[in-house]
C-alpha cells in the first residue's frame, strides 16, 4: 500500500465514526514504513476458531509482504521488529474484554 492508499483506507475508516469517536494518530516519518506493512497486513490476523482470540500475524505473511512491497531486505529485520511491538498492542486491544 502506497502513502496515498493508506491514506484513502484511513479516510475511508474516519467516515465510518463520527467526529466524536474519531481518534486522530500522527506517525512519525521513522515507523511510516512499518505501519503500512502493518496497515497492509490488516486482512492477515491469525484467529483461534474456539475462543475468537486474535493471535497474530503468520511470520510468513509478515515475509511475503515485505517482498511484495519491495522493501529492501536491508530493512526487513527492523521493520519485524517493530511490527511484533505493535502486534502485541494491538491483539491486547483486540483481545480486552468487552
Not at 474519531?22 to 490488516?42: G, R
Not at 527492523?78 to 494491538?90: R, S
Request: aromatic share 10%; glycine share 6%; hydrophobic share 35%.
Amino acid at each position: 500500500m502506497v502513502k496515498e492508499e493508506v491514506g484513502d483506507y484511513l479516510e475511508d475508516s474516519e467516515e465510518e465514526t463520527s467526529d466524536e469517536d474519531a481518534d486522530c494518530y500522527e506517525v512519525w516519518p521513522d515507523n511510516w514504513e512499518t505501519f503500512t506493512v502493518f496497515i497492509s497486513l490488516s486482512a492477515r490476523w491469525q484467529i483461534d476458531g474456539m475462543s475468537g482470540r486474535y493471535q497474530g500475524f503468520l511470520r510468513a505473511d509478515i515475509e511475503s509482504t515485505l517482498r511484495l512491497m519491495q522493501i529492501e531486505s536491508s530493512r526487513h529485520l527492523e521493520i519485524f521488529q517493530n511490527l511484533q511491538v505493535m502486534e502485541g498492542a494491538a491483539m491486547k486491544e483486540l483481545n480486552r474484554e468487552r
